[in-house]
């Protein structure tokens, strides 16, 4: 099985530290901002990491199957949200990011995930 399969990615300039397959937003002004919105809405899943004070394009993948971070235990199949941090975990409350198409034991483990 693929673990990516890129399908809608846009880039962004970045705005904060942005850590690659964790979940980012991206801001009225236009940036890419790490971490999650209101409802645990993300606007995709950085492909690249970038420091604070160095600005780049950051690819974003919105669309498509990525790498992402589990931020907890995490079934095959489940369906996962973002946590405060950008982490994956399963849907609790939040809204729905996509499914885990592979598990995690633990927090720290890259599964991949189908983005919706």
């Given at each position: 099985?693929?673990?990516?399969?890129?399908?809608?990615?846009?880039?962004?300039?970045?705005?904060?530290?942005?850590?690659?397959?964790?979940?980012?937003?991206?801001?009225?002004d236009g940036l890419v901002a790490p971490g999650v919105l209101a409802a645990h809405r993300?606007?995709?899943?950085?492909?690249?990491?970038?420091?604070?004070?160095?600005?780049?394009?950051?690819?974003?993948?919105?669309?498509?199957?990525?790498?992402?971070?589990?931020?907890?235990?995490?079934?095959?199949?489940?369906?996962?949200?973002?946590?405060?941090?950008?982490?994956?975990?399963?849907?609790?409350?939040?809204q729905v990011a996509g499914r885990a198409l592979t598990g995690a034991g633990g927090a720290?483990?890259?599964?991949?995930?189908?983005?919706?």
């Open positions: 099985m693929a673990y990516e399969i890129p399908g809608f990615v846009y880039n962004a300039p970045n705005d904060g530290a942005i850590i690659q397959f964790r979940a980012v937003t991206l801001g009225p993300i606007d995709g899943v950085a492909q690249m990491s970038a420091a604070a004070t160095q600005v780049e394009a950051i690819r974003v993948m919105k669309k498509g199957i990525t790498f992402a971070r589990a931020g907890a235990a995490i079934a095959a199949g489940a369906q996962v949200e973002a946590d405060a941090v950008g982490d994956f975990v399963t849907l609790a409350m939040g720290g483990v890259y599964i991949a995930l189908l983005l919706y």
